[in-house]
């Protein structure tokens, strides 16, 4: 008999949860060639017809799940899938292969799948490249159903579950908004991957890097996830059951406690006002930045509408009325949308662009948008309809800025396309705020420069930290040099911070420091002004600087500035900090 495991891993997102197992591999298995006999052809083309019967079904289920309880737009993206499986274009297609050449439907798929691609990469038109990413997802569920291996579900048959997970990409994580996964873990991933990030904004708690997940946790019964000390643990007895239950029900009331706070300003023991703001990934987080309290939207991730949009790109009607969705959200207050953060090893990598030996250094960002135009041009020109109707106030933020130029650029496109939509008769604002994302080494250097082209900067830690220690911020194996207090990365934020001041233009932190309690006193005493964070993270940070001075956060940033290791600046931040943080309650672990 084998008692409770606990399995280590990184903890990404606070809170306990408690539940059954959903487990999903996404890892996909090899796929071998075997002739068959031409007696067994029929009972191939019948293993496929059932195969892609089951994903069917599956997808349609989903679709309505989904569209039941967050709404149509998520519920088609699964309803699209669904239609593309039942399409005969594929389907006849691999019946051919396996009639005229006997072999198996795994085969047969795979190889009618590698020559669509082929077909795809010469296409130039990106919306016809945008369904290559939906036809891989529609493929590898049939391939999936076709080795007997359950296609990856995200839901729960209504009791609490918690997601058990090889590898989770974003255009997967997206599915954990419809609410019926209360906690995750996986294996790769790292404190800022995207995945990571969508937990957080949802927040639920989570644990990444966690190895051999699968092989231990995959068929237990029961599950606990604990993110705040990054533990999952495997089937764990009554008693320690309870202990949970009861961690899981005080966190619950901590943060209705906090949430006392949400109507409360930001401002420190001496009077110092901070602006708290809100990072959006999808526009129906929308209410819980209301409920937070958030004073505008720091960031949204405009990308993500690629993902609400799929098979299709979001047209500029489609992107107009999200842009103005989130401007009508804070009628008098910044709304800041970042233009399309695309590559890398973003969304749509594979659809915007070859494949790209190192592409986070690759064509992504700005850089990518800058190549495409077109597809630029509409995000743009539908920012700009958006603030034209709503009369909000719209900032318009540029990711990836290394050189000036970039900035520039953008800011020409858009007077441009101000020029245009107002002779087609369009409302559009005087002029809108164009901001740099300062996320690149390079662009914290010579931020004099830029704070010439842009009206506000926005920086970028998660990339800042990526970029400046040259360690990837999704990769669990180097998840212990990521480190944000690295002297390094804090004296870039200095000099971000007091360039943009000189230069008299607002500077915002949207990257995960921001909602990092042992982070607050430095940001505060290096004159940060606003910080944008996931909703759940707000009522916390807002405690935290209201119980701050401005002098002694002005003291404590200077003595972490001068410290020469991540490792001793986070032990001095936690030893200045114990005290308040064990006032407030709030639970660090480093
Ligand atoms: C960042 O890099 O800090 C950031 C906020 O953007 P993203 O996490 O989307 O790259
Ligand atoms: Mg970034």
């Avoid at 979001?314 to 969705?325: M, V």
Wanted: hydrophobic share 45%; glycine share 8%; proline share 5%.
């Amino acid at each position: 008999m084998t008692g409770p495991r606990t399995l280590v891993g990184l903890g990404v997102s606070p809170g306990i949860a408690i539940g059954s197992t959903v487990v999903v591999e996404n890892r996909p298995l090899p796929v071998m060639r075997v002739q068959i006999p031409e007696e067994q052809v029929d009972n191939e083309l019948a293993r496929l017809q059932d195969a892609c019967g089951r994903a069917s079904e599956h997808l349609g289920r989903l679709a309505g799940e989904a569209t039941a309880r967050v709404g149509h737009e998520y519920g088609s993206i699964f309803e699209a899938h669904r239609l593309m499986l039942e399409d005969p274009t594929l389907l006849d297609e691999v019946k051919r292969v396996i009639r005229k050449e006997r072999v198996n439907a795994e085969w047969a798929l795979e190889e009618v799948i590698r020559k669509l691609l082929t077909q795809f990469n010469k296409l130039s038109d990106v919306y016809l490249r945008e369904r290559q990413t939906d036809l891989l997802d529609v493929a590898a569920q049939l391939q999936r159903e076709l080795q007997g291996r359950a296609t990856p579900r995200i839901e729960s048959d209504g009791a609490p579950a918690v997601l058990i997970a090889d590898d989770i990409p974003p255009s997967q994580a997206i599915q954990l908004s419809a609410g019926m996964i209360c906690g995750f873990a996986s294996e790769t991933g790292g404190t800022t991957s995207h995945t990571t990030i969508i937990a957080k904004s949802l927040g639920i708690p989570a644990v990444v890097g966690v190895h051999n997940l699968i092989d231990v946790a995959g068929r237990a019964s029961t599950v606990i996830i604990d993110g705040f000390e990054g533990h999952v643990i495997v089937d764990p007895d009554p008693a320690l059951l309870q202990v949970y239950r009861l961690r899981a029900e005080e966190h619950r009331l901590r943060q209705q406690d906090l949430l006392g706070v949400v109507s409360l300003p930001a401002v420190t023991q001496d009077g110092r006002r901070v602006r708290l703001m809100a990072n959006i990934d999808l526009v129906h987080e929308l209410a819980a930045a209301r409920t937070g309290g958030a004073e505008g939207i720091g960031l949204f991730r405009s990308e993500f509408l690629f993902l609400e949009a799929s098979p299709n790109l979001p047209d500029e009607d489609q992107q107009a009325a999200a842009y103005s969705k989130l401007l009508e959200a804070f009628p008098d207050r910044p709304v800041t949308v970042r233009t399309f953060d695309l590559g890398g090893k973003k969304l749509a990598r594979e659809l915007l662009g070859s494949p790209e030996a190192n592409p986070v250094l690759g064509l992504r960002g700005v850089r990518l948008c800058l190549q495409k135009p077109d597809f630029f041009r509409t995000q743009l020109r539908a920012l700009l309809r958006a603030a034209g109707q709503t009369g909000g106030q719209l900032r318009i933020m540029v990711p990836l800025v290394g050189n000036v130029e970039e900035i520039r650029t953008v800011r020409v496109l858009l007077d441009r396309l101000a020029v245009e939509l107002a002779a087609e008769g369009h409302s559009v604002p005087p002029r809108v705020a164009v901001g740099a994302m300062i996320e690149v080494p390079a662009a914290a250097m010579i931020a004099e420069h830029i704070a010439k082209q842009a009206d506000f900067f926005a920086i970028g830690t998660n990339d800042l930290t990526q970029y400046t220690l040259a360690v990837d911020r999704a990769n669990e194996q180097v998840a212990d040099l990521y480190r944000p207090f690295h002297p390094a990365v804090l004296r870039l934020l200095e000099r971000i911070i007091s360039t943009g001041r000189a230069a008299r233009i607002p500077v915002s932190l949207c990257g995960e420091m921001a909602a990092d309690p042992l982070a607050v006193p430095i940001l505060v005493g290096l004159g940060l002004e606003e910080f944008s964070m996931h909703a759940p993270a707000l009522p916390v940070i807002r405690s935290l600087i209201r119980a701050l001075s401005y002098r002694d956060a002005h003291r404590i940033a200077t003595r972490a500035l001068s410290l020469s290791t991540a490792k001793a600046v986070e032990e001095y931040l936690l030893e200045q900090l114990s005290g308040l943080l064990a006032h407030l309650k709030v639970r660090i672990r480093l």
